[in-house]
């Protein structure tokens, strides 16, 4: 029971860190968007900013492909140990998922 309890937040986890990777992403992409959208403008005060700008999107860059790349490995990780366990107890696996659909037909049913 804890187990399935700690796969299911383990798997709304991953789903939320998938949308704020995708979401920064936008951001990302929109800030690009404006910075190359102001580039014409004068002034050493705005050429600065845009400096700052464009330094910090690259750091925010570079630890958004980490956190992709941790993340991935983790899910992953995750699949193999999924794996293994389900060659390891075959049955187990069996009458898990035999319970869960039951679970699931029958409050579909209930309808």
């Known amino acids: 029971m804890s187990t399935k309890k700690l796969t299911s937040e383990t798997d709304f986890t991953d789903i939320t860190k998938d949308q704020l990777i ?3 992403k936008v951001v990302i992409a929109d800030a690009e ?5 102001t580039a014409n403008q004068g002034g050493e005060a705005m ?13 925010a ?5 980490d956190a992709q790349a941790a993340l ?3 899910t992953r990780a995750a699949a193999r140990a ?3 366990y389900v060659h390891e107890n075959p049955w187990r696996a069996v009458g898990i998922s035999a319970g869960v659909g039951l679970v699931i037909g029958l409050l579909i049913g209930r309808r």
């Open 22 to 24: 995708s979401d920064f």
């Open 82 to 84: 999924t794996d293994d």
């Open 72 to 74: 991935l490995e983790r």
């Open 33 to 37: 968007a404006l910075l190359k959208a």
């Open 61 to 65: 860059k570079i630890k958004m492909a």
């Open 47 to 59: 050429a600065a900013v845009r400096a700052k700008a464009e330094e910090s999107l690259a750091a």
